[in-house]
C-alpha cells in the first residue's frame, strides 16, 4: 500500500512539473509527407493524457532556385486521437490500432479526439472517424478522417508506423521514466 501512494504521488508530481497547454513531445514518425506524433499535454484544469497527433501538410504554392525552396506556402491539418491518463493506457492503445490493421477491410471505429489552435494548443473536443482499408500490396492501413474547418481530411497510419510509435514511446519511458509515471 505504500509502495503505490508512493508510486502516485511521484506520478502526479512529475505531472505537475509539466506546464499547462504546452505539448511534450514523445515520439515522432514522418511517413509520405506526414508527420506522426506521441505527445503529453496537460490541461488548465490539470487533466493530463497522452495524444496521438495525425498531422499533414499539403504544398500549395513554392517557388525554387536550384532546387532549393526558397518559399513554400503550405495548408496543414491536424486532428490528435487520446491515447489515454497513462504510458500503459497509450501502449494499450496502440496494440489495440495495430490490431485494427489485421481487420477487414470497412471495420469501422471512432476515437476521441480533439483539433488544435495555433501554438500547438489543443481545442475543442471531436470525434475522428478511422476505417480499415486494403492495400494493393502489403497489409491493410487505417484512414483517419476528421473535419478540419469547413473541410473533410483524412490521413492514413500502417502498421509500421504504429510500432516505431511504440518504439520512440518505450525509448522515452527509459530515457525520461519520472515524465511517464
Request: contains cysteine; neutral net charge.
Amino acid at each position: 500500500m505504500v509502495v503505490a501512494t508512493l508510486m502516485a504521488t511521484l506520478s502526479a508530481q512529475a505531472q505537475k512539473d509539466i506546464p499547462a497547454n504546452m505539448r511534450i513531445e514523445v515520439s515522432e514518425v514522418e511517413s509520405d509527407n506526414a508527420a506522426y506524433t506521441i505527445f503529453t499535454y496537460k490541461d488548465d484544469d490539470g487533466t493530463f493524457g497522452y495524444y496521438l497527433s495525425l498531422g499533414g501538410s499539403a504544398e500549395i504554392f513554392s517557388i525554387s532556385y536550384n532546387d532549393v525552396s526558397d518559399f513554400s506556402i503550405a495548408d496543414a491539418r491536424e486532428t490528435c486521437i487520446l491515447l489515454g491518463a497513462t504510458a500503459a493506457d497509450a501502449f494499450a492503445m496502440l496494440d489495440s490500432l495495430q490490431e485494427m490493421c489485421n481487420k477487414e477491410a470497412g471495420t469501422v471505429r471512432e476515437f476521441p479526439g480533439r483539433t488544435t489552435a495555433g501554438a500547438e494548443q489543443l481545442t475543442t473536443p471531436n470525434t475522428t472517424r478511422c476505417e480499415v482499408k486494403k492495400r494493393l500490396i502489403g497489409s491493410n492501413r487505417l484512414l483517419f478522417t476528421f473535419t478540419s474547418g469547413k473541410r473533410q481530411c483524412g490521413i492514413y497510419l500502417t502498421k509500421g508506423v504504429i510500432k516505431q510509435l511504440r518504439f520512440g514511446l518505450k525509448t522515452d519511458m527509459k530515457l525520461h521514466p519520472k515524465m511517464h509515471r
